[in-house]
């Protein structure tokens, strides 16, 4: 590394641009995944919060702008090593081919042996299944799991990819809108697994659509809005009826939990458009 | 090995495998010998068992010499060919199903082999009319027709996958289309070579065209050979990147695989493996189809059990559908492309229906 030698904790973007098709999706993205919390990605659709969840994976490459882990960009970072350190929960994902469950989450356990899964490999996909709350699909076909059995295993495979070793390497968990396919108690067991992550130096960020998912989880909120950053801050910050209506074009009330204290997010009101004009005219 | 199975309740797919692998070689081996002994010069197992044992210099028995002949001369190297073809055509088929994420990507359907044709056409028609095949060949000597076929094959590969994938993703359909393409495209290529070609070179055309084992012989097991020993090794130690390939080109790079470089190499040693297999015996369908299916069937989709399980039922369905084809019909021969299309057509057509639904055809 050359070009910056301070340090830089976390998984961060400075100034990130990025292009697509000669179309700007991100432009002057500063943003910060720290160890220890939990930093939830929200804005409306095409706001670019999966192109920047891409771009901290690395799958995506800046136009502008640099991302990188700690002192080094990503583009230094050998694939093999990064994947050590940072593991994707991607949004949907299809697997035409007859694989057991556990075989899938043992698939997580890639980057730290060389082909052939040692018997510690085996416990920990086994132990990412018990937290994942999916022992019990240990044996059946992948493809025959409901979207949202599917979705836990995956969960399962992301956690075994980096289950956390004893050394307090600082580790990354991406999550592309990981409650998209589940029932309410799964999505709780989920983020409350994901959130525990913390307490073992792994940072996780999790692309949101529900609001009250991240104002439930989260730490940390980052507002997109047409592929720059809105507004960012605690979710009490963050979560503001005048925020809300600019970031959303949403008329949105916010009240709070009685025994969180967190934000809880509703709309104002229904939306009582000029329908009965359109239909009568 | 001990240590893993000790793990215990036989969660892990790979504890299992050595079971129907064990059995796949045993059957393997049996129908070698069978198909050793069988043909106008009917010959006993045991006389088989005697020959071979002699030839590796573990007995001094003294088989009688036209049996020994036959047996050393015609059929040995004939189901050696016969493995190494049906072991690279079904290895390659698996592979190149997991570089697609699709189970229907066969060399032949999506034109590898008939790319891999129109390679060897051009060299043994135009070998003589253009200085510089006919420089290439005298260069490369036995070498050329499997270069050729290689050279063909990986063309078409990559033109198809071009064609049918966006984004990292395979589109089912367009791929079949594609393939559909570039076969006709081909087809016309190896007709106008036919008319090209002098009586000769028709001859040599349309046997090899056919898909046939007939021209086995020492020269031409030990010309295949080193191409499928070096594509099996490269496949093999691939397998466990295939795997987590199966799961999505993101989500292979997410787990640290450099994808386009596992692509390029799975894809290149496919085609020369095909290519070079085309090259020897012609275009034999649907074995690269069927195989690594019925492995997956009974098995899952490990590739560490689906790429030797391969090589193995593929040199299995090979041996066995040469038997067919020259005991059948005897003193006559059915090429073996006619008996693997014959068998393996109707699977293809069950194959889509079944999944009709899942892959939106």
């Given at each position: 590394?050359?070009?910056?030698?301070?340090?830089?904790?976390?998984?961060?973007?400075?100034?990130?641009?990025?292009?697509?098709?000669?179309?700007?999706?991100?432009?002057?993205?500063?943003?910060?995944?720290?160890?220890?919390?939990?930093?939830?990605?929200?804005?409306?659709?095409?706001?670019?919060?999966?192109?920047?969840?891409?771009?901290?994976?690395?799958?995506?490459?800046?136009?502008?702008?640099?991302?990188?882990?700690?002192?080094?960009?990503?583009?230094?970072?050998?694939?093999?090593?990064?994947?050590?350190?940072?593991?994707?929960?991607?949004?949907?994902?299809?697997?035409?081919?007859?694989?057991?469950?556990?075989?899938?989450?043992?698939?997580?356990?890639?980057?730290?042996?060389?082909?052939?899964?040692?018997?510690?490999?085996?416990?920990?996909?086994?132990?990412?299944?018990?937290?994942?709350?999916?022992?019990?699909?240990?044996?059946r076909d992948f493809a025959t799991l409901s979207g949202g059995e599917r979705q836990r295993v995956h969960f399962a495979r992301a956690l075994a990819q980096i289950w956390p070793n004893g050394t307090q390497t600082p580790m990354y968990l991406l999550l592309d809108e990981p409650t998209a396919h589940l029932d309410m108690a799964f999505a709780q067991a989920l983020m409350g697994?994901?959130?525990?992550?913390?307490?073992?130096?792994?940072?996780?960020?999790?692309?949101?659509?529900?609001?009250?998912?991240?104002?439930?989880?989260?730490?940390?909120?980052?507002?997109?809005?047409?592929?720059?950053?809105?507004?960012?801050?605690?979710?009490?910050?963050?979560?503001?009826?005048?925020?809300?209506?600019?970031?959303?074009?949403?008329?949105?009330?916010?009240?709070?939990?009685?025994?969180?204290?967190?934000?809880?997010?509703?709309?104002?009101?229904?939306?009582?458009?000029?329908?009965?004009?359109?239909?009568?005219? | 090995?001990?240590?893993?199975?000790?793990i215990g309740t036989g969660g892990v797919s790979a504890l299992r495998h050595p079971v129907y692998l064990n059995a796949l070689a045993v059957v393997l081996l049996i129908l070698i010998i069978v198909s050793l002994g069988a043909g106008a010069v009917k010959i006993s197992p045991l006389e088989v068992l005697a020959v071979m044992s002699k030839a590796i210099g573990l007995s001094?028995?003294?088989?009688?010499?036209?049996?020994?002949?036959?047996?050393?001369?015609?059929?040995?190297?004939?189901?050696?060919?016969?493995?190494?073809?049906?072991?690279?055509?079904?290895?390659?088929?698996?592979?190149?199903?997991?570089?697609?994420?699709?189970?229907?990507?066969?060399?032949?359907?999506?034109?590898?082999?008939?790319?891999?044709?129109?390679?060897?056409?051009?060299?043994?028609?135009?070998?003589?009319?253009?200085?510089?095949?006919?420089?290439?060949?005298?260069?490369?000597?036995?070498?050329?027709?499997?270069?050729?076929?290689?050279?063909?094959?990986?063309?078409?590969?990559?033109?198809?996958?071009?064609?049918?994938?966006?984004?990292?993703?395979?589109?089912?359909?367009?791929?079949?289309?594609?393939?559909?393409?570039?076969?006709?495209?081909?087809?016309?290529?190896?007709?106008?070579?036919?008319?090209?070609?002098?009586?000769?070179?028709?001859?040599?055309?349309?046997?090899?065209?056919?898909?046939?084992?007939?021209?086995?012989?020492?020269?031409?097991?030990?010309?295949?050979?080193?191409?499928?020993?070096?594509?099996?090794?490269?496949?093999?130690?691939?397998?466990?990147?295939?795997?987590?390939?199966?799961?999505?080109?993101?989500?292979?790079?997410?787990?640290?695989?450099?994808?386009?470089?596992?692509?390029?190499?799975?894809?290149?040693?496919?085609?020369?493996?095909?290519?070079?297999?085309?090259?020897?015996?012609?275009?034999?369908?649907?074995?690269?189809?069927?195989?690594?299916?019925?492995?997956?069937?009974?098995?899952?989709?490990?590739?560490?059990?689906?790429?030797?399980?391969?090589?193995?039922?593929?040199?299995?369905?090979?041996?066995?559908?040469?038997?067919?084809?020259?005991?059948?019909?005897?003193?006559?021969?059915?090429?073996i492309g006619v008996i693997t299309a014959l068998l393996g057509a109707p699977f293809f057509v069950w194959l889509l229906l079944r999944n009709r639904n899942k892959w939106r055809l």
């Open positions: 590394m050359t070009s910056s030698s301070s340090y830089r904790p976390g998984l961060w973007t400075e100034n990130l641009q990025i292009k697509q098709g000669g179309k700007v999706i991100l432009d002057g993205v500063n943003l910060r995944v720290s160890p220890g919390q939990v930093t939830a990605v929200v804005g409306p659709s095409g706001a670019g919060k999966s192109t920047l969840l891409r771009a901290l994976a690395g799958e995506v490459r800046p136009s502008g702008g640099r991302v990188g882990i700690g002192p080094h960009e990503l583009r230094e970072i050998p694939i093999a090593k990064m994947a050590r350190v940072r593991a994707v929960l991607p949004q949907d994902s299809s697997l035409n081919f007859p694989f057991k469950a556990l075989d899938v989450v043992l698939m997580g356990r890639a980057p730290h042996n060389s082909g052939m899964e040692r018997p510690e490999d085996i416990d920990i996909a086994r132990r990412a299944m018990a937290y994942s709350r999916i022992s019990h699909l240990e044996e697994g994901a959130a525990h992550l913390t307490t073992n130096n792994i940072g996780v960020l999790g692309v949101f659509h529900d609001l009250n998912l991240a104002a439930q989880y989260a730490d940390h909120v980052v507002v997109l809005r047409a592929g720059r950053l809105f507004t960012e801050g605690t979710p009490a910050e963050v979560f503001q009826p005048d925020k809300l209506r600019q970031a959303f074009g949403w008329d949105a009330i916010t009240i709070q939990h009685p025994t969180t204290g967190r934000p809880v997010v509703l709309s104002a009101e229904g939306d009582k458009g000029d329908f009965e004009s359109i239909i009568s005219a | 090995m001990l240590a893993k199975g000790k001094s028995a003294d088989p009688e010499v036209v049996h020994s002949y036959v047996l050393m001369s015609i059929r040995l190297p004939r189901i050696l060919f016969a493995i190494l073809i049906g072991s690279s055509l079904a290895v390659a088929g698996a592979c190149l199903q997991s570089v697609y994420r699709n189970p229907l990507a066969d060399p032949a359907l999506i034109g590898v082999s008939s790319g891999a044709a129109v390679g060897v056409a051009l060299t043994l028609v135009m070998g003589s009319m253009l200085s510089g095949t006919a420089a290439l060949q005298v260069f490369l000597g036995v070498w050329s027709i499997p270069i050729a076929g290689f050279i063909g094959g990986l063309a078409a590969t990559m033109l198809v996958f071009r064609l049918a994938t966006r984004n990292g993703r395979t589109d089912v359909a367009t791929m079949l289309l594609a393939g559909i393409a570039v076969n006709a495209f081909c087809g016309a290529l190896i007709g106008l070579m036919s008319y090209l070609a002098d009586d000769a070179q028709l001859r040599d055309l349309t046997m090899w065209s056919l898909g046939s084992l007939s021209g086995a012989n020492w020269t031409s097991v030990s010309t295949l050979a080193p191409f499928v020993i070096v594509g099996l090794i490269v496949l093999w130690r691939s397998a466990h990147a295939l795997n987590v390939l199966l799961l999505g080109e993101a989500e292979a790079f997410h787990l640290g695989t450099d994808v386009n470089r596992l692509k390029r190499r799975i894809v290149i040693t496919a085609a020369l493996m095909v290519g070079a297999g085309v090259g020897s015996a012609g275009i034999i369908g649907f074995v690269g189809l069927v195989v690594p299916h019925l492995l997956r069937l009974f098995a899952g989709a490990e590739h560490r059990f689906v790429l030797p399980g391969s090589a193995l039922l593929g040199a299995l369905l090979m041996v066995g559908a040469d038997l067919i084809a020259r005991t059948l019909a005897a003193p006559a021969e059915i090429p």
